[in-house]
């Protein structure tokens, strides 16, 4: 059993918006990052975006100004709410939590952006 979950995916319109939720209350040590990634077919597994305990967020270029990731430390909660979606973005989207010493993985949402 993973000790992260995602939720939130789902098939949306071009131009419609969904927001993604990870729930890491799984992860027991201290968190100093937690971001999503995403893998299409036939694709390499890409980063989304993250964001790190303390620090400054950082985007893929090709969602700067669509997405934004956001974080709940007391819950142990991160979104993702995207906006603007195109059919590029369809893909699995993973959540990744890094501690000091490995990375936990989710096992994928699907998003779906098709009209």
């Known amino acids: 059993q993973v000790p992260l979950v995602e939720s939130g995916g789902g098939l949306v319109q071009p131009g419609g918006s969904l927001r993604l939720s990870c729930a890491a209350s799984?992860?027991?040590?201290?968190?100093?990052?937690m971001g999503w990634y995403r893998q299409a077919p036939g694709k390499q597994r890409e980063l989304v975006a993250t964001?790190?305990?303390?620090?400054?967020?950082r985007y893929a270029d090709s969602v700067k100004g669509r997405f934004t990731i956001s974080r709940d430390n007391a819950k142990k909660m991160v979104y993702l709410q995207m906006n603007s979606l195109k059919p590029e973005d369809t893909a699995v989207y993973y959540c990744?939590?890094?501690?000091?010493?490995?990375?936990?993985w989710g096992r994928g949402t699907q998003v779906t952006v098709s009209s």
């Open positions: 964001a790190p305990s303390g620090g400054n967020t």
């Open positions: 799984g992860v027991i040590f201290t968190i100093y990052s």
């Open positions: 990744n939590v890094r501690i000091s010493t490995s990375d936990y």
